[in-house]
């Protein structure tokens, strides 16, 4: 883990993606330096339940960076 925080530190998305023939889906996306966080196709079938898990990885994060 490096000591500093850019910018991309302070960015997370939830990112939607519709297929065709398919409902919509919605992932968790982060590239920071201070927290890596790795979404390893996780996929979420509505926006609320994508927020609620990134509520979570949020707070995970911030008690990781307490350490």
Known sequence: ???HCKDKD??????ET???GQTPHY???????IYE?????RTYKTYN???DAL????????RNIKK
């Not at 302070?10 to 990112?15: D, N």
């Open 55 to 62: 509520i979570g990885v949020l707070l995970k994060a911030i």
């Open 27 to 33: 992932m968790i996306e982060h590239n920071g330096y």
């Open 18 to 20: 519709w297929s065709y």
């Open 10 to 15: 302070c960015h997370w998305t939830i990112i």
């Open 37 to 41: 966080y790795h979404n390893n196709g």
């Open 49 to 51: 339940d994508a927020q």
């Open 1 to 3: 883990m490096d000591d």
